[in-house]
């Protein structure tokens, strides 16, 4: 499968536990994107990578959110202390720049959390 | 701010007839806009793009108009077929991230 990747797809947690999602994108796409998505709301943008760099984050992630691409390969987004609210479906996507341009992005099937 | 906004959350369409999705935007710097279909328990899927320079463009069944006068698209699947049943998204590209619309449940009825 050369699609994009993500893991786990389900995690339920209790509030106040750290989760870690990993994402491995489509190989040779240096565009990495994060984006959440809630119950009858569109994706909405958290951060995204360049290779390694990490060049935008949103104002939805707050200081418990960091998202990592060490080698401009996989990435992982880790949310500490969870709160309810942050029990949403976590979308991962990649492209390459050049086919961004045209605003295409390649997204996985999504890691779905529950914090309880 | 809801920049992009699908003001429809479901759809029903007999099979066969035609299906018209509607998206509003706000923002004039957007320079594509995009739909994405989504079923359930998959990641959303690219479905057809639109520069801002042009008020048309077709693949097979789909075809979507740009209006930016109105700041207005839509998406038009003719015909409707069962296995367009799906959640549709509108995206806008802008400052290097897609920005997306709530989406529209489309039913396509027997």
């Known amino acids: 499968d050369t699609g994009v990747s993500q893991n786990p797809r389900h995690k339920i947690t209790k509030r106040g536990q750290n989760v870690t999602f990993r994402c491995d994108p489509i190989s040779e796409h240096n565009r990495l994107y994060w984006y959440r998505q809630t119950l009858g709301q569109g994706p909405e943008f958290l951060t995204y990578f360049q290779n390694e760099a990490q060049l935008e984050k949103s104002r939805l992630l707050s200081d418990r959110f960091s998202a990592e691409r060490p080698k401009g390969s996989f990435s992982t987004l880790e949310i500490q202390r969870t709160e309810q609210g942050d029990s949403a479906m976590y979308l991962c996507a990649s492209s390459l720049t050049l086919g961004f341009e045209a605003g295409e992005l390649f997204f996985g099937e999504g890691s779905r959390l529950t914090v309880l | 701010d809801q920049q992009v906004k699908q003001n429809s959350p479901s759809l029903s369409v007999q099979e066969g007839r035609i299906s018209i999705l509607n998206c509003d935007y706000t923002?004039?710097?957007?320079?594509?806009f995009l739909w994405y279909k989504k079923y359930p328990a998959e990641g959303p899927t690219f479905l057809i793009s639109?520069?801002?320079?042009?008020d048309k463009n077709e693949d097979g069944r789909f075809t979507v108009f740009l209006n930016k006068s109105a700041k207005h698209l839509s998406l038009h699947i003719v015909p409707s077929q069962p296995g367009d049943s799906a959640v549709y998204f509108c995206?806008?590209?802008?400052?290097?991230?897609?920005?997306f619309g709530q989406g529209t449940r489309l039913t396509i009825n027997p």
């Open positions: 995206a806008a590209k802008g400052a290097q991230k897609l920005v």
């Open positions: 639109i520069s801002s320079i042009k």
């Open positions: 923002n004039s710097m957007f320079d594509y």
